[in-house]
């Protein structure tokens, strides 16, 4: 499985941003897609998480209620819609795949960079 994150960039307090990953590979239908991040100095954190039915989603304290993560099967795609952002977001965002039998993600993108201004 192969992970490509996109959709990161500069942007100012209070804006959006939405990022993509698309997996190629083995259909990813069936494994749970998370999203983590990493700032400067800081270890890589947990942000959302989505399992392969769409139903059930879990995200961080600290995005709740401003970032929604989503996907699309068909597309091998997952999302996540970040809005509200904060200076504090500023991250270098990472993609990962968990299959159903694992307990860790096995499987991560490159990262995409997000950079809130204030």
């Known amino acids: 499985v192969q992970l490509q994150a996109s959709g990161g960039g500069l942007v100012q307090a209070g804006g959006s941003l939405r990022l993509s990953c698309a997996a190629s590979?083995?259909?990813?239908?069936?494994?749970?897609m998370g999203w983590f991040r990493q700032a400067p100095g800081k270890e890589r954190e947990f942000v959302a998480r989505i399992t392969w039915t769409g139903i059930t989603t879990q995200y961080a304290e600290s995005v709740k209620g401003r970032f929604t993560i989503s996907r699309d099967n068909a597309k091998n795609t997952v999302y996540l819609q970040m809005v509200s952002l904060k200076p504090e977001d500023t991250a270098v965002y990472y993609c990962?795949?968990?299959?159903?039998?694992?307990?860790?993600?096995?499987?991560w993108g490159q990262g995409t960079q997000v950079t809130v201004s204030s």
């Open positions: 990962a795949v968990k299959r159903p039998d694992s307990d860790n993600y096995d499987y």
């Open positions: 590979g083995p259909p990813f239908s069936r494994y749970t």
